[in-house]
C-alpha cells in the first residue's frame, strides 16, 4: 500500500510503475481541518523516578532482573506489573531511565489496570492520530517500506522516538500486546546514551551547539492517507537540543532520529543532509547499543523515550498483532553543558574507585612515572 494511495491510480506508460503524486494532491489531505490547537507547552509534575531508591530494593526484592545487551534492555522476571506498590513503580520508572527499556512477560494486566498503573507516572499523552483519550492502539508492519518511501513523505519505518515533535514529547511509554503472531513483528530499541557516547569527541562538541528541526509534517500527511485517520492536531515543527540531558540520569543522549528529524536548525540545507546521512548510518550500525525483543500475547515493554528509540520490524506474517500503548508527558526537551556521558561517568566513578582503594592502601601513585 502506497501512502498516497492517489498515486496507484498514476501509471508511468514508460516504467509500468506509479507516478509519485504530491500528496496534497489528494482532498482528504489538502481539505483536513484538525478539531485541536497546537499544544502550549506545560510543566510536568518532578519525575517519579527521582523519588526511587538507588538501590532498588523493594522493586528487586520481587523481581529478578536480566539484563539483555550490556548498553539496553532488562527483563524482569517472576513479577506482574499489576501487584507492585507505588515504591516499586518508581524504582521501576529509574530501572527505565538507567537501562532504556524494561520488559515483562506473561503479564495479567488490563488495559484499565495499564492506564491506571500509567497515571501514577504523569499525566496521559496521546498521539496525534489517537482518538481514544486513555491508549492507542499498536498494529504491526507489514509494508515493504524500501518501496513504499517512494510514495510516502514520512518514513514510517524508521527509528524514532514517540512523537518527538511536541513541545512535551513523551518521558514513558508502556506497550502491552494483546495478540502476536508466533513469528515476526517484533520490536528493537537504541540506546541514546550509547549513540551519544560512540560520537567521536570532535562530533560530540559539533553536535551540542545544534538544535535537531523535528517534524509532524510528514506524518501528518501520511496517516490521513496511510491510516485513513484525521490528525487531532496541526502539524508542528519543534527546534529541540540534538544533544540532551536527562532529567534523572543527568546524562547526555543523542536526540536525533530518523522518523521525525528532518534538518538542524543552525545549518544550511546540505549541511543538514550531509550530517542526517551520517545519522542514519550511526543508528543503522548501532548494534552494540541496541536490543531487539520477540513479543508474546502478555508481553509488555515499558521504555523511555528521553534516552532511546525505537522501531517496529516489518514482516509479511498474517497473524493480527494488537498493541495497547499508554504514554505520559515529558519535560519539554534541554542540554545541560555540565551534564555528563554515560561512558564519561562510568570511566570516572571507576578511576575515582581505583584512587580510593589507592589511598586507603597507603599505596600513593607516582604523578610523573619515574622510580621512587
Known amino acids: 500500500m502506497a501512502a498516497n494511495l492517489e498515486s496507484l491510480k498514476h501509471i508511468s506508460p514508460d516504467s509500468g510503475f506509479p507516478i509519485t503524486i504530491h500528496p496534497h494532491f489528494s482532498p482528504r489531505i489538502r481539505d483536513h481541518v484538525p478539531p485541536e490547537p497546537i499544544r502550549e507547552e506545560i510543566i510536568p509534575e518532578k519525575d517519579r523516578a527521582s523519588f526511587a531508591d538507588p538501590e532498588k530494593r523493594a522493586l528487586f526484592a520481587v523481581a529478578k532482573p536480566v539484563d539483555l545487551t550490556e548498553s539496553i534492555g532488562t527483563v524482569l522476571e517472576n513479577v506482574q506489573l499489576s501487584q507492585l506498590t507505588p515504591q516499586q513503580l518508581d524504582e521501576l520508572a529509574l530501572l527505565v531511565n538507567e537501562r532504556g527499556v524494561v520488559f515483562f512477560r506473561g503479564q495479567d494486566l488490563t488495559t484499565d489496570g495499564q492506564v491506571k498503573l500509567f497515571e501514577h507516572y504523569g499525566i496521559l499523552d496521546r498521539h496525534p492520530a489517537q482518538k481514544d483519550a ?9 509494508e515493504d517500506h524500501r518501496e513504499i518511501n517512494k510514495y510516502t513523505p514520512w518514513p514510517s519505518g524508521e527509528w524514532h522516538a514517540d512523537t518527538s515533535f511536541e513541545i512535551n514529547p513523551p518521558s514513558y511509554s508502556l506497550l502491552r500486546m494483546e495478540e502476536h503472531p508466533p513469528v515476526g513483528g517484533d520490536t ?12 567521536s569527541d570532535a562530533m560530540k562538541k559539533f553536535v551540542e551547539g545544534l538544535h535537531a528541526v523535528h517534524t509532524s509534517r510528514l506524518q501528518y500527511d501520511t496517516i490521513l492517507d496511510l491510516w485513513g485517520a484525521g490528525p487531532n492536531r496541526p502539524p508542528i515543527d519543534s527546534h529541540h537540543p540534538a544533544v540532551r540531558t536527562h532529567p534523572v540520569t543527568k546524562l547526555k543522549a543523542l536526540n536525533v532520529n530518523t522518523g521525525f528529524v528532518t534538518g538542524f536548525a543552525e545549518l544550511k540545507k546540505h549541511e543538514s543532509d550531509k550530517l542526517l546521512d551520517f545519522f542514519n548510518l550511526h543508528l543503522h550500525s548501532a548494534d552494540d547499543h541496541s536490543v531487539r525483543w520477540k513479543w508474546e500475547v502478555g508481553s509488555v515493554a515499558m521504555w523511555d523515550n ?13 497473524a493480527p498483532r494488537r498493541g495497547i500503548r499508554t504514554t505520559v508527558f515529558g519535560e519539554k526537551p534541554f542540554y545541560d553543558p555540565s551534564s555528563e556521558g554515560r561512558a564519561e561517568r562510568e570511566r570516572r566513578l571507576k578511576k575515582a574507585a581505583t584512587n580510593e582503594q589507592s589511598d586507603n592502601s597507603g599505596v600513593k601513585e607516582n604523578p610523573i612515572n619515574t622510580p621512587a
Not at 486513555?134 to 507489514?142: A, D, E, K, M, P
Not at 528493537?188 to 560520537?199: C, E, I, Q, R
Not at 528521553?306 to 498474517?318: A, K, M, Q, T
Open 134 to 142: 486513555r491508549h492507542v492502539v499498536i498494529r504491526g508492519s507489514r
Open 188 to 199: 528493537a530499541w537504541v540506546s541514546g546514551y550509547g549513540l551519544y557516547d560512540t560520537l
Open 306 to 318: 528521553r534516552c532511546v528509540l525505537h522501531r517496529v520490524i516489518p514482516g509479511s506474517y498474517e
